[in-house]
């Protein structure tokens, strides 16, 4: 169970921060004015909750790669970046599923 909770925290973690990122980039506008440390360290997050989580789910380890690439360079194409975050998203969701936490979907 607290193995459980440990890995609810980090997919909620991971939604926060895809959540926080996803925004930046819908609102070009916003790109300019988020201060780029607050994108970097949602990365940064991001991919230590994500490593952290794959070997739970192998689509989730599919996706991570491609997410991360695109997190590379996620300034200058916002549009793969935001599929990739999609489908990293859905496979979170996945795992709460999986893990009997509908409260957290």
Same mark, same amino acid.
């Given at each position: 169970v607290? +193995? +459980?909770e440990h890995a @609810? #925290?980090?997919i909620?973690?991971? +939604?926060? @921060?895809?959540h926080r990122? *996803? =925004?930046? &980039?819908r609102d070009p506008e =916003?790109? +300019?004015?988020? $201060?780029? $440390?607050?994108?970097?360290q949602q990365v940064a997050t991001l991919e230590a909750?994500?490593?952290r989580l794959t070997h739970r789910s192998a689509k989730l380890q599919a996706a991570v790669p491609r997410a991360l690439s *695109?997190? @590379?360079?996620? #300034? *200058? *194409? #916002? &549009? #793969?970046?935001q599929? @990739?975050?999609q489908e990293v998203k859905g496979q979170l969701r996945v795992l709460l599923y999986k893990q009997g936490r509908l409260d957290l979907l």
């Amino acid at each position: 169970v607290e +193995q +459980q909770e440990h890995a @609810a #925290g980090r997919i909620l973690r991971c +939604q926060y @921060a895809l959540h926080r990122l *996803s =925004d930046v &980039l819908r609102d070009p506008e =916003d790109r +300019q004015h988020e $201060p780029f $440390p607050l994108v970097t360290q949602q990365v940064a997050t991001l991919e230590a909750e994500l490593k952290r989580l794959t070997h739970r789910s192998a689509k989730l380890q599919a996706a991570v790669p491609r997410a991360l690439s *695109s997190m @590379a360079e996620w #300034g *200058s *194409s #916002g &549009l #793969g970046l935001q599929s @990739a975050l999609q489908e990293v998203k859905g496979q979170l969701r996945v795992l709460l599923y999986k893990q009997g936490r509908l409260d957290l979907l």
